[in-house]
């Protein structure tokens, strides 16, 4: 009877697993792209991932990194809404690389920034494979996300030169940006700030401190320890995009809500001003009573897409 009760209960569960496995399936053939996991990187024993929708249809041959990061932090549970809204990119042809970068409050910014670097020039090395243009590549993100993109397109694209990896020989570079209401100057934040010190209150406050806590190797003690603040600050100048604009960056549009409590408009409106003083072509769409993330966002995105048709051709 036992024996009787096992078999059936074996058969239960195949004919489940079949189920869902044909389920999962059936949800696959729905989609307009193809995904896959790629490591573009690793880090202290672990892996630097990005995801990679193709478009099943039609490809342009151009590509869209998607920085997936909040609050200097990035979550595998970011992937389910970026699958969603990319829909609007892969379906207009672009292949689309949702990137994933090392996260407060273990890493620090320039550690992020860094890694963006690094996922820029994997996708930029391997373009042939991935089908798509080495010199037609884009850059999106939201927040924090935002920044590390501007961070991206105002690079100046040194390459490494101590390096025997291939990939960190390639360019940095994007030829496009589309951002959602970044913070662009962390040291005349809201407003212009004289005396140049940095809101210790208001970065624990929005619980983004770690990000900020810039560390260096301290070979006595073999550790790594919090810079002092005068150095703090010129790190803080480092990672403000609004201090890198030149006239060789390309194109950026950014998107901010006039009700944002996070992120200022002001920051916006500030490198947005010296983009056009460095003659690079640039639009800054205002959301009326948008906060820091609105509803129905999708609306404005598409303003992203017609970006990147116009400008990577």
């Known amino acids: ?141 939201s927040s924090s996300g935002g920044h590390l993109s501007l961070m991206i397109a105002m690079a100046d694209d040194k390459a490494e030169s101590n390096t025997i990896d291939p990939v960190d020989k390639v360019s940095a570079r994007v030829q496009a940006a589309a951002v959602f209401y970044p913070p662009t100057d962390f040291i005349n934040y809201g407003q212009p700030n004289p005396t140049n010190n940095i809101n210790q209150v208001a970065l624990v406050r929005a619980g983004v401190a770690s990000a900020f806590d810039f560390k260096v190797w301290n070979d006595t003690t073999k550790t790594y320890v919090s810079v002092p603040n005068e150095r703090r600050i010129q790190i803080a100048r480092d990672i403000s995009p609004v201090n890198f604009v030149s006239s060789d960056d390309p194109p950026v549009i950014l998107i901010h809500g006039n009700a944002d409590i996070i992120v200022p408009l002001q920051q916006s409106e500030t490198i947005i001003a010296r983009l056009k003083e460095a003659n690079v072509p640039t639009n800054l769409i ?24 116009k400008y990577l051709k």
Do not use: C
Not at 287 to 308: C, L, M, P, Q, S
């Open 1 to 141: 009877m036992n024996n009787l009760h096992q078999i059936n209960t074996m058969r239960s569960l195949l004919i489940a697993l079949i189920v869902l496995s044909s389920l999962s399936v059936a949800a696959q053939d729905t989609l307009s792209y193809t995904k896959t996991e790629i490591i573009y990187g690793r880090k202290d024993g672990m892996a630097l991932t990005m995801v990679m929708l193709v478009p099943k249809e039609r490809s342009n041959g151009k590509g869209i990194i998607s920085v997936l990061n909040g609050n200097w932090v990035s979550a595998y549970r970011m992937m389910d809404a970026f699958s969603t809204r990319q829909n609007m990119y892969v379906d207009r042809g672009y292949t689309v690389f949702g990137v994933m970068v090392s996260s407060q409050p273990k890493y620090a910014i320039p550690d992020e920034i860094t890694d963006l670097k690094r996922a820029v020039r994997f996708i930029r090395y391997n373009a042939k494979q991935y089908g798509i243009d080495a010199d037609h590549i884009g850059i999106t993100g």
């Open 286 to 309: 205002i959301k009326n009573g948008g906060g820091h993330g609105w509803r129905n966002r999708e609306t404005e995105e598409k303003n992203f897409v017609d970006w990147f048709d």
